[in-house]
T-cell receptor, first 115, second 113 residues
Framework: GAGVSQSPSNKVTEKGKDVELRCDPISGHTALYWYRQSLGQGLEFLIYFQGNSAPDKSGLPSDRFSAERTGGSVSTLTIQRTQQEDSAVYLC?????????????FGPGTRLTVT | AQSVTQLGSHVSVSEGALVLLRCNYSSSVPPYLFWYVQYPNQGLQLLLKYTTGATLVKGINGFEAEFKKSETSFHLTKPSAHMSDAAEYFCAVSDTGGFKTIFGAGTRLFVKA
């Protein structure tokens, strides 16, 4: 079946511009996560959606970052007024339900470059 | 191609006992290696990572891991388990040139009182 998809796969933007990154989770998965990974660094948790519950935004690095999930499916991560330090790969993952032992399925990521 | 194998989907230890979670990897290039922890209803958190340099890496919450190239291993240890260590642990490998990360299947750690 179809896995997690993300678009675009690559995005180059100028400093100060806004960008939107899209994530299509696996159909029926109720949990959705956003992470980012800088070169040589581990995954950095950004935000977590679970069903209709309020999202866990504790990992968002600044108020320039926001995310929404419409209809419990597709999610969009928005970065406003991008900065060079925002350059990274942004990964989305989904899982069938909440809980510690449920496998997360990762998308291929969006590589963001801010010039 | 890279891959990660975590030995044991479930590990159970008594509080105060040694924690050992095993991870073996394969990589055709020098790898970056990571351990992550996931607590209930939370995203993954980075415990520690190996990139270059010292092969014994110390992380948060008293965990450490040793990169052994000859054994292609990166086992996670903690001298004394605490109840709060009960969680799912993921080993991961990525190449140094790109950003793609391969995750192991995870090991659920149970800590008995």
């Amino acid at each position: 079946g179809a896995g997690v998809s993300q678009s675009p796969s690559n995005k180059v933007t100028e400093k100060g511009k806004d960008v939107e990154l899209r994530c299509d989770p696996i159909s029926g998965h109720t949990a959705l996560y956003w992470y980012r990974q800088s070169l040589g660094q581990g995954l950095e948790f950004l935000i977590y959606f679970q069903g209709n519950s309020a999202p866990d935004k504790s990992g968002l690095p600044s108020d320039r970052f926001s995310a929404e999930r419409t209809g419990g499916s597709v999610s969009t991560l928005t970065i406003q007024r991008t900065q060079q330090e925002d350059s990274a790969v942004y990964l989305c993952a989904s899982s069938p339900r909440q809980g510690v032992s449920v496998k997360q399925y990762f998308g291929p990521g969006t590589r963001l470059t801010v010039t | 191609a890279q891959s990660v194998t975590q030995l044991g989907s479930h590990v159970s230890v008594s509080e105060g006992a040694l924690v050992l979670l095993r991870c073996n990897y394969s990589s055709s290039v020098p790898p970056y290696l990571f351990w992550y922890v996931q607590y209930p209803n939370q995203g993954l958190q980075l415990l520690l990572k190996y990139t270059t340099g010292a092969t014994l890496v110390k992380g948060i919450n008293g965990f450490e891991a040793e990169f052994k190239k000859s054994e292609t291993s990166f086992h996670l240890t903690k001298p004394s388990a605490h109840m709060s260590d009960a969680a799912e642990y993921f080993c991961a490998v990525s190449d140094t040139g790109g950003f793609k990360t391969i995750f192991g299947a995870g090991t659920r750690l149970f800590v008995k009182a």
